[in-house]
């Protein structure tokens, strides 16, 4: 049984040494925050499709990520919050946050830390914006669109 165990833990190390894409529920779309931007800055997801997320911040600061429409509200976040009615499972990273004042969700990703988003894309095909709103990002640039397909 031990034996066993053992050579678990190094498959998993040989695993983990290998892949650039760590195993995550669904499909990992990745998503690296620097200084002051998403990279890629437009992400497609399909609506009923199990995604998760891999948020990796490799800037110097804690980033944040929310995703929405219409006005910027004056504490941060959009008017209408994409993920108002969605569940999200957030895992990993220094600071995984998902609970926001309106509904939906933010997760806020300390520097040089990983966290992991996972939801079913809801049925809302459309347009959306990602954006950090730690103070002084959006406005510096670190915006993204986020299509619903
Ligand atoms: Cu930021």
Not at 58 to 78: L, R
Not at 91 to 116: E, I, R
Request: proline content about 5%.
């Amino acid at each position: 049984m031990r034996a066993l165990v053992a050579s678990g833990a190094l498959l998993a190390l040989v695993a983990g040494a290998c892949s650039t894409t760590p195993e995550v529920p669904g499909r990992a779309v990745s998503v690296e925050m620097t200084d002051f931007a998403f990279q890629p800055r437009e992400l497609r997801l399909r609506s009923g499709d199990l995604v998760t997320l891999v948020l990796k911040n490799k800037g110097t600061v804690a980033h944040e990520i929310m995703a929405g429409s219409g006005e910027i509200q004056h504490d941060g976040g959009y008017a209408t919050d994409l993920f108002g009615q969605v569940d999200v499972r957030v895992s990993g990273g220094a600071k995984p946050d998902h609970v926001h004042a309106k509904g939906g969700f933010m997760v806020v990703v300390g520097k040089g830390t990983t966290a992991h988003a996972t939801f079913t894309v809801p049925a809302r095909p459309g347009v959306y914006e990602i954006g950090c709103f730690q103070p002084g990002h959006y406005l510096a640039g670190m915006v993204g669109r986020l299509v619903i397909e």
